[in-house]
């Protein structure tokens, strides 16, 4: 096949990581410090409190918006994470992964919103993900190091390129699926495409963009290990570690860890999208409506057709 | 002035549409429009909407109907043709001028209710006004006074999915009536509830409107709700309008060879009335008269039977042949007396609850107005004849809709 000319897009995509380099080191600079202080003062913030203490809130989070038994887990898991002695990295993923999605969210629900609203920009927008998805990870940490070196930056920024396109795809599906007449309804009460958007769109949506968060935290925790690669501190760096130096029992500890907070984070956020009727922060809200219910039903009348299949 | 007045609007769907308003006016067809890739929804639409008038819109789906109702809030601008709001052109609004437009003038009920879920009752019924920037307290009391009207006080604080079908839609309703707009659009409202309870919606949007008086143009694909609520009926088909007229005149006097087969298997004992089938009275005599004078009146229109009125026209009662005569052997100046189970309906009675009447009493019934007067009479074979479908074997319907107009006839 020697008669195809060899297209340097490889030289070309060198030659724009250099000019970046070169041209907009302040932008880098200002990157790189923001995400190392945040993910750095998150992690001073959570190894402030004692690993014990620190469990048992995360437990009591867990009871909040789910269960009893998911707060046994967590309390177990997280006790599991102080005895194996991988605390510390085990926060520092956290935070990062808290960081890159906090970003991440930031950058994906505005963009899925306007894929959702304008075609073009929908067209546009899903090679772009296609593209930010399919490339292997291995292959973003090569510029990342180039621009922000080593440490937080560089993980929380691969993390970020590599958890946003489900965040921007399930805020658009979301957007999109809600049920027409019910936006039509707003448009034909004289909603600004504003009100309809904060009023029916995005708390219809909900659900799935909550999914598509929940996508984000879980595709930034498998990326927060990758980072460990370019020296971003946490459990990643251990288990890349334990590769180095072929450690199955470090690297088995870590990983573990690993699966530990996955599974903590999962299951926290997709109770968010869904609130589950055994959580302690429903039987709350039903207590309180139940309250009201019975103000309301002091001056109430019945009503005709109540009999009819309520 | 008319509260909507629509001068030949269409709408046409696809791809530079105004080529369709050509060709549509060059006298191409609908198919040839759809070769085009152009779909014609409605085709030269001229209607007006009195205020306080129900006006409906009634056709299958696919006829257009939607469409226009959609144009006249704008949610679809008009490709041609003018639309009135009270007298203000609304044709080509900019879309502030729509919202304004929308939350002063016209509000609107959906077929599948599109309330807000994860909002209460309460809330939804004050959205419009929520949208509008009214304050808190004012859009609640509104809120509340709508859902009274509709008789839902005290669930203000239901969420929508702790509600009935019926319920839900008595929500959209009051959303609608709180907005405070003289215009609503029901776009198909009643037509996701059940039988039962869309007979019981149609009761109570009847009652509401007898109180308020609201200008509603509603949108059916079912005859007989289109007959029950609409003061005039807009027939549609293919996108154009077919007829428009009162329930009487759409089933007495169909336009089109659609039309008619359409209100073939209407019940028209519940759409026709009895001021619309009575004849004049004839065979009625004065309580002085003479019985001669009854006999040469009866001989005169053939009967047996005397309607017999005083001088201010109001029923005394019936006299019968054979009294009459009884009376002329005897030598008597004055009529027999007169029996007095003549029934006395008013023209406004459908024919359904004249049957009973009618099995009771010999005599014709005697239609009276407000006053007591007699205005007509409805003899028992005009009942009858009445319920047999007008030009029904000449129109070329097919034996099965003929079938079919038998049996709603006799239903």
């Known amino acids: 096949m020697s008669f195809i000319p060899h297209i340097p897009l490889g030289a070309g995509a060198e030659a724009a990581v250099d000019w970046i380099k070169a041209n907009l080191p302040v932008v880098l600079d200002a990157i790189s410090d923001s995400f190392n202080f945040l993910a750095g003062e998150l992690t001073d913030l959570l190894m402030l409190l004692p690993a014990l203490v620190l469990a048992a809130l995360f437990a009591v989070l867990g009871a909040w918006v789910r269960s009893w038994k998911f707060a046994i887990f967590v309390l177990l898991g997280m006790t599991l994470i102080i005895s194996m002695e991988v605390w510390e990295p085990a926060m520092q993923t956290l935070s990062m992964v808290l960081v890159a999605t906090l970003v991440a969210v930031i950058i994906s629900i505005p963009v899925g919103i306007l894929a959702a609203k304008n075609a073009t920009v929908s067209a546009i927008v899903r090679p772009v993900l296609d593209f930010m998805q399919t490339m292997p990870a291995l292959v973003y940490l090569v510029p990342v190091v180039i621009f922000f070196s080593i440490g937080f930056a560089p993980g929380v920024v691969a993390t970020i390129i590599f958890s946003l396109p489900p965040g921007v795809r399930l805020t658009e599906l979301g957007i999109r699926q809600v049920d027409s007449e019910t936006v039509e309804a707003g448009e034909a009460f004289g909603g600004t495409s504003g009100q309809i958007l904060r009023g029916i769109q995005l708390p219809l949506g909900l659900p799935t963009i909550m999914a598509g968060i929940n996508q984000v935290i879980m595709l930034g925790l498998s990326m927060a290990v990758m980072a460990g690669f370019v020296g971003a501190p946490g459990l990643g760096k251990i288990v890349t570690g334990a590769l180095a130096t072929v450690d199955v029992a470090v690297g088995f500890e870590a990983g573990l860890g690993i699966v530990i907070l996955a599974i903590f984070l999962d299951r926290l956020t997709g109770a968010i999208g869904q609130p589950t009727p055994g959580s302690i922060g429903a039987a709350w809200r039903r207590r309180q409506s139940a309250k009201a219910e019975l103000a309301a039903a002091k001056s109430r009348r019945p009503a005709p057709g109540a009999g009819v299949g309520v | ?411």
């Open chain 2, 1 to 411: 002035m008319p509260a909507i007045e629509a001068t030949g609007l269409t709408k046409i769907f696809g791809r530079r549409p105004q080529r369709g308003v050509k060709m549509l006016r060059e006298g191409a067809t609908r198919e040839q429009l759809m070769k085009e890739g152009l779909t014609a929804a409605v085709i030269d639409a001229t209607f007006d909407v009195q205020p306080g008038e129900i006006f409906v819109v009634m056709g299958l789906s696919g006829s257009g109907k939607s469409t226009l109702i959609r144009n006249v809030n704008g949610l679809l601008e008009p490709t041609a043709g003018t639309l009135l709001v009270d007298g203000d052109d609304v044709t080509h609004l900019p879309p502030a001028g729509l919202r304004a437009l929308r939350r002063n003038k016209v509000s609107m009920v959906f077929q599948h209710f599109a309330l807000l879920p994860h909002r209460t009752v309460g809330e939804n019924a004050a959205y419009a006004l929520e949208l509008k920037g009214v304050s808190k307290a004012d859009r609640e009391k509104a809120a509340e006074e709508a859902l009274g009207m509709v008789g839902l006080d005290g669930w203000g604080g239901h969420l929508p999915s702790e509600l009935s079908g019926g319920m839900r839609q008595r929500v959209g309703l009051a959303r609608a009536l709180a907005a405070g707009t003289e215009i609503m659009l029901m776009d198909e409202a009643f037509s996701a509830l059940d039988p039962l309870i869309r007979k019981e919606m149609q009761d109570q949007l009847l009652e509401l409107q007898a109180d308020l008086g609201k200008t509603i143009l509603f949108i059916t694909h079912d005859l007989n709700e289109a007959m029950r609520l609409g003061d005039r009926i807009a027939m549609m088909r293919d996108g154009k309008i077919v007829q428009i007229g009162t329930a009487e005149q759409i089933l007495n006097e169909p336009a089109t060879d659609y039309v008619s087969q359409f209100v073939a298997d209407v019940d028209r004992t519940r759409v026709l009335t009895a001021g619309a089938v009575m004849e004049r009275p004839v065979a009625v005599i004065g309580s002085e008269s003479g019985p001669r004078a009854a006999r040469k009146l009866m001989s005169e229109h053939q009967t047996s039977s005397l309607l017999v009125v005083g001088r201010d026209r109001k029923v005394v009662g019936v006299v019968w042949e054979d009294d009459v005569a009884e009376a002329i052997r005897q030598g008597s100046d004055n009529l027999p007396r007169p029996s007095r189970a003549v029934a006395q309906v008013s023209p406004e009675t459908p024919l359904a609850e004249l049957f009973g009447d009618a099995a009771e009493n010999r005599s014709p019934l005697a239609v009276v107005n407000e006053k007591g007067a007699l205005v007509g009479v409805i003899p028992r074979v005009t009942l009858l004849s009445a319920l047999a479908v007008p030009n029904g074997s000449e129109n070329g319907t097919s034996t099965d809709s003929e079938a079919d107009a038998t049996a709603g006839g006799a239903r």
